[in-house]
């Protein structure tokens, strides 16, 4: 049940993402989104400060992480820190 409620997360928060990315890249590409609920959260210049500040934040684990870059980037696991399967 979890895995589909994360799953359903990851993908609303990327489709809320794709359309963001555009005004996201000149200040902040390369850098790491973490997401819930279909909104941006923070920004972080490393993948290591963005999981920490979604551990802390979002106990449930229902959130995702997008690279900002040109070209969306799947992140596997880190789409979601809770997604370890």
Known sequence: MMDDALDQEIERNLLAFLPRLP???PEHEGSFA???H???QSIHTKL??????????F???IF?????????V??????NAENQR
């Open 59 to 61: 106990a449930d684990g």
């Open 23 to 25: 005004g996201l890249l």
């Open 74 to 79: 799947e992140l596997g696991m880190f789409s």
């Open 48 to 57: 290591s400060d963005a999981l920490k500040a979604a551990y802390a934040e």
């Open 34 to 36: 973490l997401l819930r």
């Open 64 to 72: 995702s992480i997008q690279r900002v870059t040109e070209k969306p």
């Open 38 to 40: 279909q909104k941006i």
